[in-house]
């Protein structure tokens, strides 16, 4: 089981690492990885669960927020009321097309890696096309926007050494690009 003590924290070089494609059928290792990255994401969002192992609540994790520098990520994201409205663990994913429409959370945004709170407005595209591997190796091309769109860019952009503060404008964190979709 995964606890917050194995979630590598800002600062850890493997945050800022380009990570590495894996190549098919998955390494076992790397099965159980993605196997383990949802069910922290499915115990960080029961409240019981949540409470008895103190996990911070997530709606996307990176391999390498676990120490390992390769190319998958799991995202378990809810709507406002709590169901789910996107469940997948991305291997080698790529956004292949996004808007040029920006989109941000109302509320900014919030990192497992990161402890302390970041104030200001990520603008990411309000829409992506992403394609990617399953875990069994299917290729799969999907079309995202709003709020699974701004997880999916949140959780690529660890597989490329990004944290979300690096979007966030440092002299106007405020200050948003015309026609930006607010998300509350
Ligand atoms: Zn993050």
Redo the contacts with the bound molecule.
């Keep these: 089981m995964i606890l917050m003590h194995d979630i590598v924290r800002d600062g850890d070089p493997v945050l800022r690492q380009i990570a590495k494609p894996l190549t098919f059928p998955l390494d076992r290792h790397y099965l159980k990885l993605a196997h383990e990255m949802m069910a922290y994401l499915i115990n960080s969002q029961d409240p019981k669960i949540a409470e008895k192992h103190q996990l911070r609540a997530g709606v ?1 994790l ?1 391999a390498p ?1 676990v120490g390992e520098s390769v190319q998958m990520a799991a995202l378990l994201v809810p709507d406002n009321d709590g169901k789910i409205i996107f469940k997948e663990i991305y291997v080698n994913p790529k956004i292949i097309a996004e808007s040029t429409r920006q989109a941000c959370l109302e509320e900014g945004e919030g ?4 402890d302390k709170n970041i104030d200001g407005f990520v603008p990411r595209p309000d829409k992506l096309t992403i394609r990617y591997q399953t875990i069994e190796g299917e290729q799969k091309t999907i079309h995202l926007k709003d709020y699974p769109a701004i997880v999916s860019s ?2 690529i952009d ?1 597989l490329n050494g990004h ?2 503060y690096d979007r966030i404008n440092s002299k106007t964190p405020f200050e948003l690009p015309e026609n930006t979709l607010v998300i509350s």
């Design positions: 996307g990176a927020q990192c497992l890696s990161v949140h959780e660890h944290l979300f």
